[in-house]
């Protein structure tokens, strides 16, 4: 089936043709002309493609899959694209590739045997302008456009304040040449620059009322912490947030690309083309989040000089007026053995007594790059011999920034003015936060605009660098027959080479101590010293005040801390959260684009900043694939078979790949001689070994597609083949990564080890790290995903420019890759082994799913209606039905789909098309959607709970104008209902986050000579 997007008539007859003439299911989008595909990323224009769904991100499209599948190969002109978000992923992302850099895209979702491996569901093949098809002479166009977001008209600036921001634009240009005879050539040139609201919420998954921190719930809302005494049995486990939270953040995108195609024909038969493709994006995603904490209330801190009642980190903040969903049972084995069913709670309307409260100004920084390049010679005879041959060399580069800045008051913090010895008590935030509106709303008495409240501050980040260069060599050649039935043989053998290179780091404060406090149990010549050699490292800096005439003075005349200059005046009430309630008063924070520069930044607070490798996720892959294929084309349109004309092709494609990983050896126990920092959340592995691991692998892809042509106008396809798509890079070269909490110490009799509590005298339980969690997902061995794809589709061209189709499909998961939590054990960081388990994220193949559907499509022009006006109409319709079941089970056993799939998406596009003006107002439908399982942060039992995004609907409205052959004019407006994403965990009731997209307006012109 056929589908257009953006095109008017002029172009509609030749989107049928492709689909026509095709012997594979493919479909088609095509620019109205040179640099004219209306949409700003390739990807929002593939979202009115039948069985395409992708999501947004900030206003613009994203990521997609094909028939509810994320496994997409992507290619560029036939061949593969190297993409700075592919470098270690799979998925397609088309972010920074501007839609007028592409004349159209191919769809295939039925495969043969000379389609290059690499798509499960479907392989999308960007294509460049040809430049031999232009008008003899010379070429122009440019095109200039406008735009702006509902709800980012304003910006703030640096000082802090608010002002209204200049429109976003976009400036494309393209030159052309053509000599009619031998030479032609075409340049691209796009540059441009947006900004959109990215309003959100997203909550983690604790248990309330536990026993101690990382332990199990005691407790429930009519009885929080009973004592131990009373021997009670917890029945009801209630699902909170670590921290109640919401966030605003605005994304600025630069865009800029060129491309340069030239060709060139010796003679009859020889023909040279060369072609160079380059994108670069930097994405700013500033933001600020206002929380409240959701880990202990103040009574888990001691008043002067009084032990604290409860312990801190125990979720216990929930208060009466709770309101919490219906229980849902949940069985789980406990540590004894037993079986055990519990009522699993999911949070309404929360009233919390929170510690504390804090806003965080974070930003996330993304540099990509690409340079896509391919030099091609063609041969023919001009009787029955095509050959050519293909060299490929391509470079991407991502790099990645994230930073963060916390600023508060913690409830932690040793204030004593009140007159008694010990510290003051703290009061704490009485808040309100009810989800069970559009918008969740948070209430509160509290003024939280005034920079008075922020007494301290941290700031710490982190960043990943991922390079790959791609080189392939290929050459294709086709023998045509006038036999008969063999229409022709086309064999081809490929070799590509692909290295890539993942590194993460944290950027370490040479800021460690022996203590900053009057620490009775560390030596007095030894207190608020720096810590010696590599001790003194940290990712995660102390707490600095932002008055530094506060600072304990002991600190700056034995530590020697100098002043940063730093101080509140630095900082601004932001007030923009946009349509999520409750500080419209404003939040004292720092104006996150201070952190466009994290390295500078962190130095200014922090002098003497480094960076340091987390080997965990430091890994080189080289793979080197071989494909070769041969495939018979045949059909007969005379005498057919049983009479009718069929057309079709089969053959084998064999892919073998060998890969090479270096990845790190972590030791499992982190000490002062093998890691750097002295706390156990601190430490990086510092020395480590480096292990090189080969495997290889044979994959033989068979494939048949058939197509009968009963009559002139209807078309029936049948096609069955063998994909493979390869693994995520993470999947194959990542390490163990690890991260810690402090747990109960024992003795090796399992006894209580006691300390006294330097705070106030008294005899308590000591602690040790232990780990709490972590991922080790990094398989070198695991296999490929694999799939046995099946279509059948009929489609009748009933009328000029119109076509009705019917499809169905069946792809047959042969093997995947999963991700799920197991319990592994592991030693304390004192190197003792208490039989401590904790949940462990990895990655595993897994057997057989299969993911069937079906696919209707319709597109008519209304010609038969009365009028001049009303026959200029038209419509477009497509539906998709796709439905997944694999071997993953949610916490209540239910079977799992696919992640990224919506098992019902349809589109709807009405359209006006007369004496130059066009007009299209599209609804783009897909229903609920499986974003994948997440874990619950607990070591009491495996809990992963499925996420679902919730049914969301897009309307999209476009209009353009010819107004002669050289002006036209167009404006188009995006999401205007304003419609938002938002998921809930497992259950419906249940909140797990909100990303509120903006309406998005923009128009210009197009200028033609």
């Not at 897994?846 to 022009?861: H, I, M, N, R, T």
């Not at 938002?982 to 797990?992: N, R, V």
């Amino acid at each position: 089936m056929i589908k257009t997007r953006g095109i008017t008539t002029r172009k509609k007859a030749l989107v049928l043709a492709i689909g026509c003439e095709s012997t594979t299911v493919v479909d088609s989008i095509v620019a109205e002309d040179i640099g004219k595909l209306p949409d700003t990323t390739i990807t929002d224009s593939l979202q009115r493609v039948t069985g395409v769904q992708i999501n947004r991100e900030a206003g613009e499209g994203t990521t997609l899959n094909v028939r509810g599948m994320q496994q997409v190969l992507t290619t560029l002109n036939g061949e593969q694209f190297l993409s700075p978000w592919s470098i270690t992923g799979v998925q397609a992302n088309y972010s920074d590739v501007p839609a007028g850099m592409i004349s159209g895209v191919d769809v295939y979702k039925s495969q043969s045997a000379k389609t290059l491996a690499g798509g499960i569901s479907g392989v999308v093949d960007l294509k460049t302008l040809d430049p031999s098809t232009l008008d003899e002479g010379f070429t122009t166009r440019a095109r200039v456009e406008g735009g702006w977001g509902s709800r980012s008209k304003e910006e703030y600036t640096k000082s802090g304040k608010t002002e209204d921001r200049d429109p976003d634009y976009s400036l494309g240009f393209v030159f052309g040449f053509n000599d009619g005879d031998k030479f032609s050539a075409l340049a691209n040139l796009y540059t441009a620059n947006s900004y959109a609201a990215n309003y959100s919420m997203y909550e983690d998954r604790h248990l309330a009322f536990l026993d101690s921190e990382g332990g199990k719930p005691i407790g429930d809302l009519s009885n929080p912490h009973p004592a131990a005494s009373e021997n009670y049995e917890v029945t009801d486990w209630y699902l909170v947030p670590g921290e109640y939270a919401a966030s605003s953040s605005f994304v600025e995108r630069d865009r800029n690309g060129g491309s340069l195609t030239a060709k060139y024909q010796f003679n009859d038969n020889w023909t040279v083309r060369g072609d160079v493709f380059y994108t670069e994006m930097d994405k700013y995603n500033r933001g600020v989040r206002a929380g409240f904490n959701g880990q202990h209330t103040p009574e888990s801190l001691q008043v002067n000089g009084a032990a604290a009642k409860y312990r801190e980190k125990i979720f216990d903040v929930l208060q009466p007026g709770t309101v919490v969903g219906e229980g849902h049972p949940f069985t789980y084995t406990d540590d004894s053995g037993a079986s055990k069913t519990v009522n699993i709670h999911s949070l309404q309307v929360a009233e919390i007594w929170a510690a504390d409260f804090q806003t965080t100004s974070s930003s996330e920084i993304e540099k990509t790059a690409a340079l896509n390049t391919n030099l091609q010679v063609n041969y023919t005879n001009n009787e029955n011999l095509e050959a050519s041959a293909r060299i490929i060399h391509a470079e991407a580069e991502k790099q990645y920034r994230k930073a963060t800045f916390q600023q508060g008051t913690p409830a932690w913090l040793w204030v004593d003015e009140d007159g008694v010895s010990g510290k003051d008590p703290v009061d704490g935030y009485r808040v309100k936060v009810d989800y069970t509106g559009e918008y969740p709303t948070f209430s509160y008495a509290d003024d939280l605009s005034s920079a008075e409240l922020l007494k301290q501050y941290q700031g710490f980040a982190e960043g990943i660098n991922t390079e790959a260069e791609l080189n392939v060599v290929r050459g294709d050649v086709k023998f045509s027959f006038d036999g008969e039935y063999i229409q022709s043989v086309e064999a081809g053998l490929r070799y590509g080479l692909r290295e890539a290179d993942n590194n993460k780091f944290f950027y370490v404060t040479p800021t460690g101590r022996y203590t900053d406090w009057e620490d009775t149990r560390v030596p007095v010549d030894k207190r608020y010293k720096l810590l010696p050699g590599n001790l003194i490292w940290q990712k995660y800096p102390n707490w600095l005040k932002f008055n530094y005439a506060e600072t304990n003075t002991s600190l700056i005349d034995i530590g020697g801390l100098q002043d940063n200059g730093f101080s509140a005046a630095d900082t601004m009430a932001f007030t923009d959260f946009g349509p999520i309630g409750g500080f419209e008063k404003g939040v004292a924070s720092l104006n996150p684009a201070a952190w466009d520069n994290p390295y500078e930044f962190m130095n200014r607070l922090y002098p003497g900043t480094r960076t340091v490798n987390d080997p965990g996720y430091t890994y080189g892959v080289e793979e080197a694939s071989t494909n070769a294929y041969v495939q018979l084309n045949f059909g007969n349109e005379n005498e057919g078979l049983f009479g009718v004309p069929f057309r079709g092709n089969f053959g084998l494609q064999a892919v073998r790949t060998e890969r090479s990983v270096d990845k790190s050896v972590v030791p499992s126990v982190l000490d002062s001689f093998n890691s750097i920092g002295y706390d156990d959340w601190q430490k990086i592995a510092y020395v480590y070994e480096t292990a090189t691991i080969e495997d290889s692998s044979t994959e033989v892809l068979p494939s048949l597609n058939l197509n009968f042509f009963p009559s002139d106008d209807v078309v029936a396809r049948f096609g069955v083949s063998k994909t493979m798509t390869r693994n995520d890079l993470e999947q194959v070269g990542s390490s163990i990564n690890l991260w810690y909490g402090q747990c109960n110490k024992t003795d090796e009799f399992g006894n209580p080890v006691m300390v006294i509590d330097p705070s106030n005298g008294q005899a308590r339980q000591d602690t040790v790290g232990c780990v709490g969690g972590g991922e080790d997902k990094g398989k070198p061995d695991i296999k490929p995903w694999m799939a046995t794809v099946y279509n059948a589709s009929t489609e009748w061209y009933f009328d000029e420019n119109a076509i009705v189709g019917l499809g169905a499909f069946l792809i047959q998961v042969d093997t995947a890759v999963e991700q799920f939590q197991e319990a592994r054990s592991f030693l304390d960081m004192d190197g003792i082994d208490r039989g401590r388990k904790a949940n462990i994220y990895t990655t595993r193949n897994v057997g057989a799913s299969d993911l069937y559907g079906l696919e209707f499509g319709y597109k008519q022009p209304f010609t038969f209606l009365p009028g001049e006006y009303l026959s200029a109409t038209g419509i477009e319709f497509n539906y998709t039905y796709s439905h997944s079941e694999t071997g993953e089970v949610d916490i209540m056993g239910n079977k799992l789909p696919l992640p990224s799939n919506s098992e019902h998406q349809s589109n709807l596009i009405l359209w006006y098309d007369k004496a130059g003006l066009n007009v299209r107002l599209a609804y783009n439908y897909r229903s609920e959607e499986f974003s994948g399982r997440g874990g619950v942060v607990t070591n009491v039992a495996v809990m992963q709970m499925a996420n679902w995004v919730e049914p969301v609907g897009y309307l999209d409205l476009s209009v353009s104008y010819w107004l002669n052959d050289n002006w036209s004019f167009f404006m188009n407006a995006n999401n205007l209902t304003e419609e938002s994403r938002k998921t809930y965990a497992q259950f419906e009731d249940q909140f797990q986050s909100l990303w509120v997209q903006e309406t998005r307006y923009s128009a210009g012109v197009n200028l033609s000579f």
